[in-house]
């Protein structure tokens, strides 16, 4: 081995175990720069016992939150469940919200039940909006406790509400054409004649209006009342009435008629010329001396 190969090889143990310093000296570094320092020297051991408490406590968890549900009752028409959230949500965060709806209708029955992820904030809610005046109504809240509440509900409340569909109601609450109304008509009619031949038969004497008397007559348009008395509408007086009216024989009248021949003015006139032209004539002879 030549002296050239001796020096590298000591050269490179060197460097070797001057890189284990540098790491060692790089791991101490990163401790010291870990590592808290007190302001005052002198109470640097009691500082680090505070910051270990410190870690420690912040190593275990957190307990959880136990949530609470509050009872809203008395609401005014138009608070659904976006109004109801954005409204309540001030508070704190609102887990599970659920509205009372009618299942025929699907309108709002007045109350709701709301579950506040702390029960802290549920008895905040419930001091705040108790007889609290909104839409001219008073708010009624109060906590409900937990094992009051019960297991399904909040059961569909995390799902978007949708009007129910009545296809039958809607049928029948339709417009109807007069074929369509004709053919109803009928067959109530002859249901309800049905069940009268069965009462009937049954030996049972009961008599009911049904729908025979909902249906609405025909009025004869023929025939009409010839008295002046009756309280219908007055017709119109035309040619062809006054002709109806006058061929129309009443029997129970006890009435005489005389018809006087008409007398033209003409001739009435000149009957009283002649008249006065006598009475002239016998005036003057009257007046003659005999």
């Avoid at 460097?15 to 060692?24: G, H, I, P, R, V």
């Avoid at 101490?28 to 680090?48: I, R, T, V």
């Avoid at 009756?230 to 009248?253: G, I, N, Q, Y």
């Amino acid at each position: 081995m030549s002296e050239g190969e001796a020096k590298c090889s000591s050269n490179a143990a060197k460097c070797s175990s001057n890189a284990a310093k540098c790491s060692s000296n790089a791991a101490k570094c990163s401790s010291n720069a870990k590592q808290l320092l007190a302001l005052d020297p002198s109470h640097q051991k009691e500082f680090k016992k505070k910051v270990e408490q410190v870690k420690k406590n912040k190593s275990k968890k957190a307990p959880p939150l136990s949530s609470g549900v509050v009872y809203v009752g008395h609401l005014p028409v138009g608070l659904f469940e976006p109004q109801l959230n954005s409204y309540f949500g001030q508070f704190g965060k609102i887990q599970r919200l659920r509205l009372s709806r009618s299942k025929k209708t699907g309108g709002s029955r007045g109350y709701a039940f709301i579950e506040f992820d702390c029960d802290e904030v549920a008895k905040i809610v419930a001091e705040t909006m108790n007889n609290y005046l909104m839409g001219e109504r008073l708010i009624k809240c109060r906590v409900i406790p937990p094992e009051q509440v019960h297991e399904q509900l909040f059961v569909g409340s995390q799902t978007t509400f949708k009007k129910p569909s009545q296809p039958a109601v809607t049928r029948y609450n339709g417009k109807r054409s007069l074929e369509q109304t004709d053919k109803m008509t009928h067959r109530l009619l002859s249901k309800e004649a049905k069940l009268r031949k069965r009462l009937e038969e049954m030996g049972v004497a009961y008599d009911f209006p049904g729908f025979a008397a909902q249906v609405k007559k025909k009025k004869n348009t023929d025939t009409m009342d010839s008295s002046t008395c009756s309280d219908e509408a007055t017709p119109v007086c035309t040619p062809s009435l006054l002709e109806r009216r006058k061929s129309m024989v009443d029997d129970d009248d006890d009435e005489i008629i005389i018809k006087m021949p008409a007398v033209e003015n003409n001739e009435e006139d000149g009957d009283e010329e002649d008249g006065d032209e006598e009475d002239g004539d016998e005036e003057s002879e009257e007046r003659r001396p005999h």
